[in-house]
């Protein structure tokens, strides 16, 4: 078989259709969030929340004003979605349950994750949610027995343990809270009952990979769901992706066969991303594919941060033009920073071109978030700050 070569600029509008960031993307037809869930694989979770939780930014930066209790349906309510590990805690689509089967398999076999599982709460908490579930963690018998994650209570080893292995879910969240409760209750029979082998569940979940991104190396695909790169190498002749090689990659690349049936064009998205986004949370991807060094500050020291606490990445034009540090005062939305990188500030022309997509990226978030004014407290290179022009655009 010849090797199909991409230019990286193809490559890179590959990886934006493929994660509904360029073209129709998900808002073609009806399908909504459950859609893009199917199409991303997996959106990651995060307990921050400054405009929204990183899993509500993810729908908003490619469906446009998603509701709240839309998003919370779709992931929780709705039969569509289960929460579990991939690249991260994530909410994964429901017909991916039996496909992570390899992942509760092996914790099964080793026999505990971070705590060592105490002997015989696992049966008090499987009586309790068959006789009173679904139930919270307090409800349980509380979350912890100190002040830091690695005190968890017992009955919080327990239920987290069960979540591993798969013998529960969280069927909602309550405050943050997860409310769990058995998967035999919780996830359709039909899915429930599938237990397909090690490599079936591989192949799947390395070919979903390639499909949320278009195009990927197999450092890429492995941190997708966070498998082996020999675990890649054992199925990925098997999943139907191509290989090809990508003008200023090192490493050789597979793709999407049907993303590489038709040009990737279209209307680009201007948005603020979620760093956890799924376009951006792999740092060397978003390096190679963007020129980006993404890196998040929110558990780094404050005064050693450079871009700030929830840096937002500035998606326009198919390019991240920047970092966006956001925060809210009642109803003005604020850019406590902005971080433009030199490129798209180094002509008049990108200038104006980066500072029309940084006004309408705030405001389209502000909208968004039931914010009526907008404020950039500080910009960088600073020089920008009096021909940025907030007006609203509506």
């Known amino acids: 078989m010849t090797e199909i070569e991409l230019s990286a600029d193809h490559a890179r509008r590959l990886q934006l259709r493929a994660q509904g960031l360029l073209g129709a993307g998900f808002r073609r037809g009806a399908g909504g969030v459950p859609a893009m869930l199917e199409a991303l694989g997996a959106v990651q979770l995060d307990t921050i929340s400054v405009l929204a939780r990183s899993h509500e930014l993810v729908p908003y930066a490619r469906l446009g004003a998603v509701g709240r209790e839309t998003i919370e349906t779709a992931y929780w309510g709705g039969g569509t979605g289960f929460e579990y590990w991939a690249h991260a805690a994530s909410v994964l689509p429901i017909s991916d349950w039996p496909h992570f089967e390899f992942r509760r398999r092996a914790f099964r076999e080793r026999g505990w994750r971070w705590h060592q599982v105490p002997e015989g709460v696992c049966d008090q908490v499987r009586k309790r949610l068959k006789e009173d579930g679904p139930l919270t963690t307090k409800e349980l018998g509380g979350a912890k ?98 290989p090809v090689r990508v003008q200023g990659w090192k490493n050789a690349a597979w793709a999407d066969p049907d993303a590489l049936n038709s040009p990737p064009r279209g209307r680009h998205a201007t948005v603020l991303l979620s760093p956890f986004d799924s376009l951006v949370w792999d740092r060397a991807r978003a390096s190679r594919v963007f020129g980006f060094d993404h890196r998040l500050e929110a558990y780094v020291p404050k005064a050693k941060r450079i871009y700030g606490y929830f840096a937002m990445p500035l998606l326009s034009g198919g390019r991240i033009l920047g970092r966006v540090d956001p925060a809210r005062e009642g109803k003005t939305l604020i850019a406590r920073q902005v971080s433009l990188e030199p490129w798209a500030t180094k002509t008049p022309d990108r200038i104006e071109t980066t500072l029309t997509a940084l006004s309408t990226a705030l405001w389209q978030a502000a909208s968004w978030v039931g914010c009526d004014s907008v404020r950039v407290e500080r910009i960088n290179p600073p020089e920008l700050a009096s021909l940025l022009n907030l007006g609203d655009p509506s």
Do not use: F, M, N
């Not at 080893?157 to 309550?174: H, K, Y």
């Not at 397909?196 to 390639?210: E, I, K, Y």
């Open 145 to 242: 027995a100190g002040a830091d994650w690695w005190q968890w209570s017992d009955h919080k080893i327990a239920i987290e343990w069960l979540l591993d292995i798969g013998e529960v879910v969280c069927v909602r969240r309550v405050g943050w809270r997860r409310v769990y409760d058995l998967a035999e209750r919780a996830v359709p029979s039909e899915l429930l009952d599938r237990v397909p082998d090690d490599a079936t569940c591989l192949t799947r979940l390395v070919g979903q990979a390639g499909r949320a991104l278009g195009v990927a190396t197999r450092a890429d695909l492995a941190d997708y769901y966070r498998v082996r790169a020999d675990q890649v190498d054992a199925v990925v002749g098997e999943t139907g992706l191509v």
